[in-house]
């Protein structure tokens, strides 16, 4: 079992060149964003809490990441794979991945991260706010929030999977293709 975290700042591209993986490897594809977006629309308890967060740039804490996220895997273990997109983003969502995941007898095969100046970032994510109409992604200083936060708690991940040798850099800059075939050589020797 394939089991990859695609990681990256907000607007790195983890979505679109998830869909690319996941077509590739088979791979059962899990978007804490799309998670989110769900339970959301259905009004869950954890999605109405999420939401508060959320709307204002912030991480959504752990447990209910962790919660809305662990029943999807138990829904899905019969699969090739995972790729987590989004997910983890702090130290404790990564240790209760590992957790959850010793629980079926499979870990993290690697960590393949999407490596993007801010500038690039916040311009990627203001056209797509155009677009989309999500207001995280329609507002420079939310957007500019949401990249702070991910430095400030989220990047620290990069040395967590660097002790277990499965951290790998990848240039998020380019056309789609390019980008999907970074990864894949990434993918391909693990």
Known sequence: MKNIVL?????????????K?????????????DVFRYNIKNNTKLGVLAKQYMDKGDLVPDQVTIDMLSDVVEKNISVNGFIFDGFPRTQSQAEALDKLLTKFNTSISGMVA??????IL?????????????????????????????????????????????YF???GV???EE??????????NL
């Open 7 to 19: 990681f990256g700042p907000p607007g790195a591209g983890k979505g679109t060149q998830a869909e």
């Open 21 to 33: 993986i996941k077509e590739k490897y088979d791979l059962f594809h899990i978007s804490t964003g």
């Open 114 to 119: 999407l490596e993007v100046d801010d500038e």
């Open 122 to 166: 916040i311009n990627r994510l203001l056209e797509r706010g155009k677009v989309s109409g999500r207001a995280d992604d329609s507002n420079s200083l939310i957007i500019k929030n949401r990249i702070k936060e991910y430095y400030s708690k989220t990047a620290i991940l990069k040395t967590f999977y660097q002790r277990k040798n499965c």
């Open 169 to 171: 850099g990848v240039d």
């Open 174 to 176: 380019g056309g789609i």
């Open 179 to 188: 980008i999907t075939s970074r990864i894949t050589n990434v993918i391909n």
